[in-house]
């Protein structure tokens, strides 16, 4: 093995034990990240750790990243896992995966969908990751309409200006899905993290302890709302 590839190695295996000391840092002070902390952990000058993050910016993109693309792929996963036709199947099965992924990272799901952080702004890094859950979710509906096993949900039409927007996002997510259906779908994403951020963050823990069987209620909800069809 050459010098430089021997570099390499050590290199990434620092940046992997920065992230991983970081992150237990997210899990007792949240996303108050400090870098000198992070050093002192690791029995680093602080100096050192800026040849491999220059900033407290730059490690927040690099977990930010990390989780998003761990979500994503969670996701994913539960949603290769099922039969195509089975819409409502994999609606459920991503919608749990984005749950079991969340409950067992709570600091890195903090991260993702918590307050934002004070002074930090996400770059254009971060877009592609983020989009992979909402994006699988769309997936089901494009290829629900296209197989004609979705209507278009038969409410009143957005507003025009709404219209305009979703006309563009569908444009950004691949097209295939109708306006009115869109809207339903984003309804349906933002119901599934307002429901587990409430769940993570204890806000109805108290009022329903049995939370597995109302997580399902609510995303069969929905599915209902979206039009997803029901399995016979």
């Known amino acids: 093995m050459s010098a430089s590839s021997i570099r390499a190695r050590v290199r990434a295996e620092m940046i992997d034990e920065i992230k991983a000391v970081a992150r237990r840092h997210l899990a007792t002070d949240g996303a108050n990240l400090s870098l000198r902390a992070v050093a002192r952990d690791m029995g680093m000058v602080s100096s050192a750790i800026y ?14 990243i990390e989780a998003y693309d761990a979500l994503g792929t969670a996701v994913e996963a539960a949603d290769a896992g099922c039969d195509r036709l089975d819409l409502r199947g994999r609606w459920h099965a991503a919608c749990r995966a984005a749950r079991r992924w969340a409950l067992a990272h709570p600091a890195e799901y903090a991260l993702l969908y918590g307050s934002p952080v004070p002074g930090y702004a996400a770059p254009d890094d971060t877009i592609g990751p983020a989009q992979r859950p909402p994006l699988t979710l769309v997936g089901i509906l494009r290829d629900g309409f296209a197989a004609g096993r979705i209507d278009p949900p038969p409410a009143t039409e957005p507003a025009d200006p709404l219209r ?69």
């Open 51 to 64: 040849r491999y993050f220059p900033s407290r910016d730059d490690l927040l993109t690099a977990l930010i």
């Open 164 to 232: 305009a927007d979703l006309a563009e996002m569908s444009t950004l997510v691949g097209g295939g899905v109708p306006e009115a259906l869109l809207a339903r779908g984003m309804a349906g994403w933002t119901q599934l993290f307002g429901l587990i951020s409430f769940e993570l963050f204890g806000r109805i823990n108290r009022a329903l302890p049995h939370r597995d069987d109302y997580f399902d209620h609510q995303i069969a909800l929905m599915a209902d709302l979206i039009g997803l069809p029901r399995t016979t």
